[in-house]
């Protein structure tokens, strides 16, 4: 079987054959995974690693397994979670995984609450006059989830007492609520003696005090590395003398919320001293004159890094934005038109309900894929669409409204205050969330938004675009 011989740009060609320790700025489409694989290819090629010097890690099973299908030679390929349970095992240590929900603990506790006095200062820190009215309302909702991402947030920011001290004075009621429920947590993990995916990592860390194994650390969508995470990869390069390749999009950082931290991406060389910094400059997905819009709206993000990246594609309208009446008419009309066109096409929302509206006996929802007169669509949250790239993009619900694109739900001090980071101008990583959902299509992307209540992103989009002409 032939194998066809692939070929690297420039910008790839010096990633590839760097030695040093490295970041590699890779923006959307750039051939980041290309890269990867040829630099490991050229390594053990050249002999400069053996297979087993080489660890590669990324964040999800299923970013691991599409590595995998790429890279041919047998490195370790792992996410953080795989590589801390190899640790714990290679030490002789053993572990169990819990099956403690966060989610069931915060739950359980508020609806089985019995305590007068706590109960009513709940009600009177909500203006709540009857506390079953209080946990079928919103308010419930996001107190719930507050307490569960800062509890999520406080593990993989390594808390410290001083953190829950500082919250205090700036919220006492809800911090007093924040350390019950992970109090009740942190007793049924011990109960059980079992540990959380945090906790396993912070074990294998703590494990660690003489050299293991690799000697070059390849890390994928570095820019959604946590402290937590990165602190473990930092103890394995000293201790092993080890190289670190790290790769990633700065405009792409869209995980602040569990813990992510996009400092560790733009100011790499504070922790990484000595290392080199590179960036893939060309796309092979977008067009030039997508690229140009979506460049112009992501650095309005005054911390983001300026690259500036060139296609050989064109196209004169990449971007089309479709104003509707009726949301469901409008989907509808546009499938139609596109389905005869592109044999790929991929619908995005911000939310996973975002699709619920055109749920209808034309356009159906099973098993996560989406049928259109028996033509598979997908329908994904942008989230979930990070990586991926289809012939055509429809993105949904670009309202101005509370659950709209971009949310509107006010930042919760209590969480910036523990996930500390100097991106904080407003609607940073909702800014580049919609630079991922921008740059999925290989060709258009159509943006369906309401003519009343559009979204602010849709008017700044058309600012760009009138300037740009």
């Keep these: 079987m032939k194998t066809e011989k692939i070929t690297y740009d420039k910008y790839q060609q010096l990633a590839i054959k760097c030695l040093d320790n490295c970041l590699l700025i890779a923006g959307a489409g750039t051939g980041k995974t290309t890269t990867i694989v040829g630099k490991i290819n050229y390594l053990i090629k050249n002999n400069i690693y053996k297979v087993e010097d080489i660890l590669v890690i990324s964040f999800t099973n299923q970013s691991t397994l599409d590595l995998q299908s790429k890279i041919t030679e047998p490195v370790a390929i792992k996410t953080f979670h795989k590589l801390a349970i190899q640790i714990i095992k290679d030490y002789n240590q053993s572990y169990k995984l819990t099956t403690i929900n966060l989610n069931y603990i915060t739950k359980e506790f508020f609806f089985s609450l019995t305590n007068p006095s706590l109960i009513k200062e709940i009600l009177n820190y909500y203006h709540e006059a009857n506390y079953q009215t209080f946990l079928n309302s919103s308010k419930y909702y996001y107190l719930q989830q507050t307490i569960i991402t800062y509890i999520s947030l406080y593990k993989t920011n390594l808390g410290s007492k001083l953190d829950l001290n500082n919250i205090a004075k700036e919220n006492p009621f809800l911090t007093k609520l924040i350390i019950i429920i992970f109090n009740i947590y942190e007793q049924e993990l011990k109960a059980t003696d079992t540990v959380d995916f945090d906790d396993l990592i912070l074990k294998a860390t703590n494990l660690l005090d003489k050299p293991y194994k690799y000697k070059l650390i390849i890390i ?218 921008l740059t999925r299509t290989k060709n258009e992307i159509y943006l369906l938004t309401p003519i009343s209540h559009k979204s602010i992103f849709i008017k700044e989009l058309y600012r760009i675009n009138m300037n740009n002409h």
Excluded at 399 to 411: A, E, H, M, Y
């Design 220 to 437: 994928d969508e570095f820019q959604d590395t946590s402290f937590l995470r990165f602190n473990l990869v930092q103890k394995l390069l000293k201790l092993n003398q080890a190289k670190i390749f790290a790769v990633g999009d700065d405009y792409q950082s869209i995980y602040h919320f569990s813990g992510c931290n996009i400092d560790l991406f733009l100011n790499f060389t504070t922790y990484i001293p000595d290392a080199k910094i590179y960036k893939l400059k060309t796309t092979y997905r977008n067009s030039q004159e997508l690229l140009n819009i979506a460049t112009k709206f992501i650095l309005k993000n005054p911390n983001q890094i300026s690259k500036q990246l060139t296609s050989l594609k064109h196209l004169s309208k990449p971007i089309i934005i479709k104003y509707y009446l009726n949301k469901n008419k409008a989907l509808e009309k546009l499938l139609k038109k596109l389905v005869l066109k592109y044999p790929d096409i991929l619908i995005l929302g911000r939310y996973q309900k975002d699709i619920e509206p055109f749920l209808t006996k034309n356009i159906y929802f099973k098993n996560k894929i989406l049928y259109y007169q028996n033509k598979e669509l997908r329908y994904l949250t942008i989230h979930s669409s990070k990586g991926l790239e289809s012939d055509v993009v429809i993105l949904l619900n670009l309202t101005n409204t509370i659950l709209g694109f971009p949310s509107l739900i006010k930042p919760n001090s209590l969480l910036d205050s523990l996930n500390k980071s100097n991106d904080n101008f407003q609607y940073a990583e909702e800014r580049r969330l919609f630079y991922v959902a």
